[in-house]
T-cell receptor
Framework: QQQVKQSPQSLIVQKGGIPIINCAYE??????FPWYQQFPGKGPALLIA?????SEKKEGRFTISFNKSAKQFSLHIMDSQPGDSATYFC???????????FGKGTKLSVKP | NAGVMQNPRHLVRRRGQEARLRCSPM?????VYWYRQLPEEGLKFMVY????????ESGMPKERFSAEFPKEGPSILRIQQVVRGDSAAYFC???????????FGQGTRLTVV
């Protein structure tokens, strides 16, 4: 019940494309859903986060869509650039779960 | 405002030695989390601490691993009698409150030879 399932494992898109990464959770007590971006050799950097009271949140080219009934959320990257090539992690936390539970990550490659 | 500071960035230990990893949270943050990451894998939760207290250590091996977050000074993750399987990147994150934005450090890459 504590798992967060992330897909796909890897993704290749052309510059300007819109990669979509999906995550699903089981614990209905989760109420905080962040996305992190990680470059090789670096720590994860917080990109954007959402809480269940909204169905969508946009920050720059990054958008989170949230479906509470399906217990799913996804990250869309608009007008993707080669510099967006990185590994993206979704996570979930909340309720009595003080720490974040992470998905296994999606390695995104944006081709020029 | 400095971010989460971890040191050392790289640490090499021989089998059987002790590894001590340090994490200074962001200013104003009293919640600290440690995660382990193996190459090409996700972040596995190890332990969650608040000043002077261990809140959740369910992800930390029962033997050889310990963590503390004293009233003064950084949080320490200690691995005694390291084995090759301990080789990984260890990340620390901090947050101001529970279940809010958590910010990560650059990690300590431990290599056991």
């Amino acid at each position: 019940q504590q798992q967060v399932k992330q897909s796909p494992q890897s993704l290749i898109v052309q510059k300007g494309g819109i990669p979509i990464i999906n995550c699903a959770y089981e614990n209905t007590a989760f109420d905080y859903f962040p996305w992190y971006q990680q470059f090789p050799g670096k720590g994860p950097a917080l990109l954007i986060a959402i809480r269940p009271d909204v169905s969508e949140k946009k920050e720059g080219r990054f958008t989170i869509s949230f479906n509470k009934s399906a217990k799913q959320f996804s990250l869309h990257i608009m007008d993707s650039q080669p510099g967006d090539s990185a590994t993206y992690f979704c996570a979930a936390g909340g309720g009595s779960q003080g720490n974040l539970i992470f998905g296994k990550g999606t390695k995104l490659s944006v081709k020029p | 405002n400095a971010g989460v500071m971890q040191n050392p960035r790289h640490l090499v230990r021989r089998r059987g030695q002790e590894a001590r990893l340090r994490c200074s949270p962001m200013k104003g943050h009293s919640h600290v989390y440690w995660y382990r990451q193996l190459p090409e894998e996700g972040l596995k939760f190890m332990v969650y601490l608040q000043k002077e207290n261990i809140i959740d250590e369910s992800g930390m091996p029962k033997e050889r691993f310990s963590a503390e977050f004293p009233k003064e000074g950084p949080s320490i993750l200690r691995i005694q009698q390291v084995v090759r399987g301990d080789s990984a990147a260890y990340f620390c994150a901090s947050s101001q409150f529970m279940n809010t934005e958590a910010f990560f450090g650059q990690g300590t890459r431990l290599t056991v030879v």
